[in-house]
């Protein structure tokens, strides 16, 4: 049976209970990766808040970041797409040098989707207009195509019946799936979550995870900063752990949860497990 | 009070052409000097926010400067000093060839003092949006001028539209300075039918009722404006 044919016959449910390892697009595909971060450092004045990172994202590679409080997870997600600088060390992303003048940090930022913790849609917009602007003021696409390609989103993610509505209207979580609509509708080649659902009711947290795995599954390049230990579970392919500003341990998800060599992993594992 | 009151002088000829002449000209220059000040207190606004020091310290400078030095003494300055600053040629081109020197010298004076107290209007509206909406903007591929243009700004200005109604009243008010270089607007049209006729209490009482009349259409204007751009809360029902 082919990998098509499997995909094709795949019911929505099975296809969220599939486990990472049998997604059905290849990981890399041969290319260079999509972010290389090596000896990332930077500082708050005084404070170290990155000390010397380093993470190879392949292609079609979902990763979770997780860590306690502090750690600088968002920090560096946030130095990905350029949102902060750092101070030293180097950073290609989709082939581009973040961090160098001649950059062209722009059409970068526009090819890399962003979800925030807070979710930052437009207020001043309705649904439909936040998931077109950038479409049409930035890809220059006609207003006609960016609503089509919204609309389309919008039934992705699960809110066909919200475009005309303003954010305000909405509740946490549809706010948060428009904000992935909004992301998707740039055509990213990644997706960078910075804690997507720390904002979120708890019976709202679901939703959006069921956005993301979905995303995980059709192979798009992830960097999920969370502490939902069952999404990354269930769609990450690596797992990094972050204390102190530092990667202590980069592992495949299914060694992370089984035998996490790092004596903070260990602990941070057994207290989140355990709520 | 022995005083003949006689109401009739304001609506006979030609001291009803006076009060009209002189509306006019108050209507001119405030709204011309409030174009002006909306534009270039935008400006400066968005460049006090920007994320470099110099752009930010030029744009206090300017606030500093135009807030600071009374409306009058600035009025004066444009009027009598900086046409003799100027190079000769440009100076008497600005006192003998430009056509009514006084009515641009007030517009130009009152529109960028006024433009001062807008910048920081709308500099402070711009600080009240989230930084996460510059960020998310930003994130999205949009140039720094395409998220103050689409994002910010857009929710700046409804932020400071009520602060910015007291100054668009403020300009109706502070235009009647510009009679001290020469502009014959509403106040010092009534002053002239009060030295023609002795009726200066007709006369005054009528700016009065002229100035709160421009008021309290302004105020309607701006509420209304207020209503069409404000967006549903919460709770609304659009939902």
């Given at each position: 049976m082919?990998?098509a044919?499997?995909?094709a016959s795949?019911t929505?449910a099975e296809?969220v209970?599939m486990?990472a390892?049998?997604?059905?697009v290849?990981?890399s595909q041969?290319?260079?990766?999509m972010?290389?971060?090596?000896k990332?450092?930077?500082?708050?004045?005084p404070?170290?808040v990155?000390k010397g990172?380093?993470l190879?994202v392949?292609r079609?590679?979902?990763?979770?970041?997780?860590?306690?409080?502090g750690?600088?997870?968002?920090?560096?997600?946030?130095?990905?797409?350029g949102?902060?600088r750092?101070?030293?060390?180097?950073?290609?992303?989709?082939g581009?040098?973040?961090g160098e003048?001649a950059?062209?940090m722009t059409?970068?930022?526009?090819?890399?989707?962003?979800?925030?913790?807070h979710?930052e849609?437009?207020?001043?917009?309705t649904?439909l207009?936040n998931?077109?602007?950038?479409q049409?003021?930035?890809l220059k696409?006609s207003?006609?195509e960016a609503q089509?390609k919204a609309?389309?989103?919008?039934?992705?993610v699960?809110?066909p019946?919200?475009?005309?509505a303003y954010p305000?209207?909405l509740s946490?979580?549809?706010?948060q799936?428009?904000?992935?609509a909004?992301a998707?509708?740039m055509?990213?080649v990644?997706m960078?979550?910075?804690?997507?659902?720390s904002a979120?009711?708890?019976?709202?947290?679901?939703e959006?995870?069921?956005?993301?795995?979905?995303?995980a599954r059709?192979?798009?390049?992830?960097?999920v900063v969370?502490?939902e230990m069952?999404f990354?579970r269930k769609?990450?392919d690596?797992?990094?752990f972050m204390?102190?500003g530092?990667?202590?341990?980069?592992?495949?998800?299914?060694q992370?949860f089984?035998e996490?060599r790092a004596?903070r992993a260990?602990?941070f594992?057994?207290?989140?497990?355990?709520q | 009070?022995?005083?003949?009151w006689?109401?009739?002088?304001l609506?006979q000829?030609?001291?009803l052409?006076?009060?009209?002449?002189?509306l006019e000209?108050?209507l001119v220059?405030s709204?011309s000097?409030?174009i002006l000040a909306l534009i270039?207190?935008?400006?400066v606004g968005?460049?006090?926010?920007?994320p470099h020091?110099?752009?930010?310290m030029l744009?206090?400078?300017?606030?500093g400067?135009f807030?600071?030095?009374?409306?009058l003494l600035q009025?004066?300055l444009?009027?009598?000093?900086?046409p003799e600053l100027?190079p000769?040629?440009?100076?008497?081109?600005?006192?003998?060839d430009?056509?009514?020197?006084e009515?641009?010298?007030?517009?130009?004076?009152?529109?960028?003092?006024t433009s001062?107290r807008?910048?920081v209007q709308?500099g402070?509206g711009?600080t009240?949006v989230?930084?996460?909406?510059r960020?998310?903007a930003?994130?999205?591929?949009m140039?720094?001028?395409?998220a103050y243009?689409l994002?910010?700004l857009p929710?700046?200005f409804?932020?400071?539209?009520?602060?910015?109604?007291?100054d668009?009243?403020?300009v109706?008010?502070n235009s009647a300075?510009?009679l001290?270089?020469?502009?014959?607007?509403?106040?010092a049209?009534t002053?002239?039918?009060?030295?023609?006729?002795?009726?200066?209490?007709?006369?005054?009482?009528a700016?009065?009722?002229?100035?709160?009349?421009?008021?309290l259409?302004?105020?309607f204007?701006?509420?209304?404006?207020?209503?069409?751009?404000?967006l549903?809360?919460t709770?609304?029902?659009?939902?």
């Amino acid at each position: 049976m082919t990998k098509a044919h499997i995909q094709a016959s795949r019911t929505p449910a099975e296809i969220v209970e599939m486990p990472a390892s049998v997604r059905v697009v290849p990981i890399s595909q041969g290319r260079k990766p999509m972010v290389e971060i090596s000896k990332l450092y930077k500082s708050y004045g005084p404070i170290e808040v990155l000390k010397g990172c380093d993470l190879v994202v392949e292609r079609g590679e979902v990763v979770v970041i997780c860590g306690p409080s502090g750690s600088g997870k968002s920090t560096l997600i946030k130095c990905v797409n350029g949102l902060e600088r750092f101070d030293r060390g180097a950073l290609v992303v989709d082939g581009v040098r973040v961090g160098e003048r001649a950059s062209d940090m722009t059409s970068l930022r526009a090819r890399i989707g962003m979800v925030s913790q807070h979710f930052e849609l437009y207020p001043h917009l309705t649904v439909l207009q936040n998931i077109c602007l950038a479409q049409v003021h930035v890809l220059k696409r006609s207003k006609v195509e960016a609503q089509a390609k919204a609309r389309a989103l919008l039934a992705r993610v699960g809110l066909p019946d919200k475009e005309g509505a303003y954010p305000a209207q909405l509740s946490g979580g549809q706010q948060q799936r428009v904000a992935i609509a909004r992301a998707l509708a740039m055509d990213p080649v990644a997706m960078l979550f910075d804690e997507p659902t720390s904002a979120l009711d708890p019976e709202m947290i679901g939703e959006v995870l069921a956005v993301m795995l979905e995303l995980a599954r059709d192979g798009m390049t992830m960097i999920v900063v969370t502490h939902e230990m069952g999404f990354a579970r269930k769609a990450a392919d690596r797992v990094v752990f972050m204390d102190k500003g530092a990667i202590v341990e980069t592992a495949p998800t299914q060694q992370f949860f089984d035998e996490p060599r790092a004596e903070r992993a260990k602990l941070f594992l057994s207290r989140i497990l355990s709520q | 009070m022995n005083y003949s009151w006689n109401w009739s002088i304001l609506i006979q000829p030609p001291y009803l052409g006076w009060l009209a002449s002189g509306l006019e000209l108050t209507l001119v220059i405030s709204i011309s000097a409030w174009i002006l000040a909306l534009i270039a207190g935008t400006l400066v606004g968005v460049v006090g926010t920007l994320p470099h020091r110099i752009p930010r310290m030029l744009a206090a400078t300017y606030v500093g400067m135009f807030r600071n030095i009374p409306l009058l003494l600035q009025l004066f300055l444009w009027f009598f000093v900086v046409p003799e600053l100027l190079p000769s040629g440009w100076g008497f081109w600005l006192k003998r060839d430009l056509p009514f020197p006084e009515l641009w010298t007030s517009m130009l004076a009152l529109g960028l003092f006024t433009s001062a107290r807008v910048a920081v209007q709308v500099g402070s509206g711009i600080t009240a949006v989230s930084s996460g909406q510059r960020m998310a903007a930003v994130a999205s591929g949009m140039s720094p001028a395409q998220a103050y243009r689409l994002v910010l700004l857009p929710q700046a200005f409804r932020i400071v539209l009520p602060p910015l109604t007291s100054d668009f009243l403020t300009v109706f008010k502070n235009s009647a300075l510009a009679l001290t270089i020469g502009v014959f607007e509403l106040t010092a049209q009534t002053r002239q039918i009060e030295s023609f006729t002795f009726q200066g209490f007709e006369a005054f009482t009528a700016a009065t009722i002229v100035y709160l009349v421009i008021a309290l259409l302004v105020t309607f204007f701006m509420r209304t404006l207020e209503r069409r751009v404000a967006l549903p809360d919460t709770m609304g029902a659009a939902s």
